[in-house]
T-cell receptor, first 112, second 115 residues
Framework: DQQVKQNSPSLSVQEGRISILNCDYTNSMFDYFLWYKKYPAEGPTFLISISSIKDKNEDGRFTVFLNKSAKHLSLHIVPSQPGDSAVYFC???????????FGAGTTVTVRA | EAGVAQSPRYKIIEKRQSVAFWCNPISGHATLYWYQQILGQGPKLLIQ????????DSQLPKDRFSAERLKGVDSTLKIQPAKLEDSAVYLC?????????????FGPGTRLTVL
């Protein structure tokens, strides 16, 4: 069963605007959440993470928001740049085993 | 610092043949992971090693897949015999310790096509 879901397979945004990527999870034991970014023919690279004790974490242009009651997190990219065009994976883990469960990914295309 | 190395990058085989993938993790990383990523899906953990011991292989199809990490450094993943549904990208990742919120660093992957 898929415990982490990214319901939007793709997103197109204009350069300079905000990109918002969404992720939902079903396992209430998940307490650590990550976003990975993947370019074609490369492996995923870690982007940003958030612990369940927080509801927001910011790193430069990237901010992750966590809504535990809704079992929902989102990644905001502001402003979007052409180099942000990639596939973004949401992942989650529980502190009892730390195994990562990944969503199916969202392909972001930033238009000039 | 060198990243996670994987070879080959691409492999095409016919069903029922065997294939092996190699991974060299980042130097000093105790934990090594093998993931399978089928087109349109996220990576799925197949096996996790801590040094040269298996931590989790619950999602490894053991009737056809095997993996080893001799000497606690590099690792090989083997499929024998391959099926059409094994077509996927096989990703290797490593992390420093493997406990807690440890960042995993991924290699470029091996794209396997089974005809």
């Amino acid at each position: 069963d898929q415990q982490v879901k990214q319901n939007s397979p793709s997103l197109s945004v204009q350069e300079g605007r905000i990109s918002i990527l969404n992720c939902d999870y079903t396992n209430s034991m998940f307490d650590y959440f990550l976003w990975y970014k993947k370019y074609p023919a490369e492996g995923p690279t870690f982007l940003i993470s958030i612990s369940s004790i927080k509801d927001k974490n910011e790193d430069g242009r990237f901010t992750v928001f966590l809504n535990k009651s809704a079992k929902h997190l989102s990644l905001h990219i502001v402003p979007s740049q052409p180099g942000d065009s990639a596939v973004y994976f949401c992942a989650a883990s529980a502190s009892n085993d730390y195994k990562l469960s990944f969503g199916a990914g969202t392909t972001v295309t930033v238009r000039a | 610092e060198a990243g996670v190395a994987q070879s080959p990058r691409y492999k095409i085989i016919e069903k029922r043949q065997s294939v092996a993938f190699w991974c060299n993790p980042i130097s000093g990383h105790a934990t090594l992971y093998w993931y399978q990523q089928i087109l349109g899906q996220g990576p799925k953990l197949l096996i996790q090693f801590q040094n040269n011991g298996v931590v989790d292989d619950s999602q490894l199809p053991k009737d056809r897949f095997s993996a080893e990490r001799l000497k606690g450094v590099d690792s090989t993943l083997k499929i024998q015999p391959a099926k059409l549904e094994d077509s996927a990208v096989y990703l290797c990742a490593s992390s420093l310790a493997g406990g807690g919120v440890d960042t995993q660093y991924f290699g470029p992957g091996t794209r396997l096509t089974v005809l």
